[in-house]
């Protein structure tokens, strides 16, 4: 009985420089689908962004239609505007980079999917974050929330961090193996000629 001795970096390794990727070309409609989800709850939440707008003016004192967190902190509903946006944008990229209609087998843009998925989600949680923090009094934000969004946050991190060194080390493996036959070839026919 033969006991299998591939770690789980082998076999994880084994699995990214496998070039059957098919399940991913067959996903793409569910990931467009769920990237322009994304998409539109950051439009949604940059135009009803958190504590409403202002409707009426109060003998001229506020404009309408401004946020009302803009008259409280502008630094705070600055911060969540460029999460949000981040959020925003990294989710419409997505979606053209799947209606492109490039190969998902290319790890290139396997890696730019994966990087780009791990960041408009670090920046949805800090959307979330800072908007919890804008309406609540004082910008407390309970401790379990705040604890939960950075373990999550750091888990994408780690993700993209092994997807990246993954691709590196497949882009490195990749120029050798082209280096290889030039060397070897010129070998062979220095050995030839000694011959």
């Given at each position: 009985m033969e006991t299998n001795r591939n770690g789980f970096f082998s076999r994880a390794w084994a699995r990214y420089v496998n070039d059957d990727h098919h399940w991913i070309e067959k996903q793409r409609g569910i990931l467009i689908v769920a990237a322009l989800v994304?998409?539109?709850m950051s439009f949604h939440s940059g135009i009803n962004p958190p504590g409403g707008t202002i409707s009426d003016t109060q003998n001229g004192r506020y404009s309408l239609g401004n946020a009302v967190q803009t008259e409280v902190d502008m630094d705070n509903f600055n911060k969540f505007v460029a999460y949000n946006s981040f959020t925003m944008i990294?989710?419409?990229?997505?979606?053209?980079?799947?209606?492109?209609?490039?190969?998902?087998r290319n790890?290139?843009?396997?890696?730019?999917?994966?990087?780009?998925?791990?960041?408009?989600?670090?920046?949805?949680?800090?959307?979330?974050?800072?908007?919890?923090?804008?309406?609540?009094?004082?910008?407390?934000?309970?401790?379990m929330s705040v604890w939960m969004s950075l373990i999550w946050m750091l888990g994408c991190g780690v993700v993209a961090l092994v997807h990246t060194i993954f691709f590196i080390v497949w882009v490195v493996m990749k120029l050798l193996k082209c280096r290889m036959p030039e060397t070897s070839d010129g070998k062979r026919n220095q050995d030839a000629s000694e011959v």
């Amino acid at each position: 009985m033969e006991t299998n001795r591939n770690g789980f970096f082998s076999r994880a390794w084994a699995r990214y420089v496998n070039d059957d990727h098919h399940w991913i070309e067959k996903q793409r409609g569910i990931l467009i689908v769920a990237a322009l989800v994304v998409a539109g709850m950051s439009f949604h939440s940059g135009i009803n962004p958190p504590g409403g707008t202002i409707s009426d003016t109060q003998n001229g004192r506020y404009s309408l239609g401004n946020a009302v967190q803009t008259e409280v902190d502008m630094d705070n509903f600055n911060k969540f505007v460029a999460y949000n946006s981040f959020t925003m944008i990294t989710s419409l990229a997505i979606v053209v980079v799947l209606i492109s209609g490039v190969s998902l087998r290319n790890k290139f843009w396997m890696w730019v999917l994966t990087l780009g998925a791990m960041f408009g989600m670090v920046c949805m949680v800090a959307t979330y974050l800072q908007s919890l923090a804008m309406m609540a009094p004082d910008m407390y934000v309970n401790v379990m929330s705040v604890w939960m969004s950075l373990i999550w946050m750091l888990g994408c991190g780690v993700v993209a961090l092994v997807h990246t060194i993954f691709f590196i080390v497949w882009v490195v493996m990749k120029l050798l193996k082209c280096r290889m036959p030039e060397t070897s070839d010129g070998k062979r026919n220095q050995d030839a000629s000694e011959v």
